[in-house]
């Protein structure tokens, strides 16, 4: 037995006769025929009295139509509890990004997005550990590096943000301090490589600074702080009144990803979010 035989039932009780169910239904006599009899043999019950043409509910047909009739109040109150969830930009959406996107570009922008789509939720989760979007521990995420083949996200390149050098701005010789980078976990981030490679050539006055950091957010705040100068994000460093900048012209740069898991980016309110991130990183890439 399943829900299209109990269709079938009600119909047939509704209509009052096989031409009349067949016709509400959209198939013909014959199948109606053949669906209740196969429905009355699994339950081993007659469910209608066949009358000159005329289906009148036995007994238990009458106990059987009650509940279906139940069933189908609860599957028409299911429809409509979700009917339209995604036809407009509402709910929550989860991003996780690097510590200094998600603090520095995407949070202080945020209420352009939610003064639009009021009914919008948006968590913002900012770190180095990687969320799961297939496990659907996050719904977008932002990240430096170019996502693996596989998995269960869509991704794309959304920008290319420049690097370019930052010193304190008070510094009478900006040129002359050492550099700020990261500490040995971090040492394979680009803007560290750079910077070690400027030391190992051996040059007069390139030097590293005491003090390491574990992320942009670290290395900002020593730069700000007077402890030396590094190569940091544009939408980063000129936002910030303490610095100042020392290149014309980005030293380096890195791509910036766009993961979604489809389920959420094929809705309304995924298609809002997907649209307020890209708007927000044009605006601060090169």
């Not at 770190?127 to 693996?148: C, I, K, V």
């Amino acid at each position: 037995m399943n829900w299209d035989d109990l269709r079938i039932a009600l119909a047939a009780a509704r209509g009052g006769s096989l031409s009349e169910a067949a016709r509400r239904l959209g198939v013909n006599q014959t199948t109606v025929s053949r669906r209740l009899a196969g429905l009355e043999a699994a339950l081993g019950a007659a469910l209608f009295h066949r009358m000159e043409r005329r289906l009148v509910p036995t007994r238990a047909g009458e106990r059987l139509l009650a509940q279906a009739e139940l069933a189908e109040s609860a599957a028409s109150a299911a429809l409509e509890a979700v009917s339209g969830l995604d036809a407009k930009p509402e709910g929550l959406v989860r991003v996780t990004a690097v510590a200094t996107v998600a603090t520095r570009l995407l949070i202080p922008a945020a209420g352009r997005l939610t003064a639009r789509y009021p009914n919008l939720r948006l968590e913002i989760a900012g770190g180095e550990s990687r969320a799961n979007l297939s496990r659907r521990e996050a719904d977008m995420a932002l990240r430096f590096d170019r996502p693996g083949a596989g998995g269960a996200t869509l991704c794309r390149k959304i920008a290319t943000l420049g690097y370019y050098v930052y010193a304190p701005a008070a510094a009478a010789d900006p040129d002359a301090l050492p550099w700020v980078t990261y500490d040995e976990a971090s040492a394979d981030l680009p803007q560290a490589q750079w910077m070690a490679r400027r030391i190992g050539r051996g040059e007069a006055g390139e030097t590293l600074a005491p003090v390491l950091a574990n992320d942009a957010e670290g290395v900002l705040q020593a730069v700000a702080a007077g402890l030396g100068r590094s190569p940091l994000p544009r939408f980063v460093g000129d936002a910030e009144p303490r610095l100042v900048r020392l290149s014309d012209a980005p030293v380096l740069a890195r791509e910036l990803w766009h993961l979604s898991h489809p389920d959420v980016r094929r809705t309304k309110r995924g298609e809002a979010v997907t649209e307020w991130i890209e708007d927000v990183v044009a605006e601060a890439a090169d």
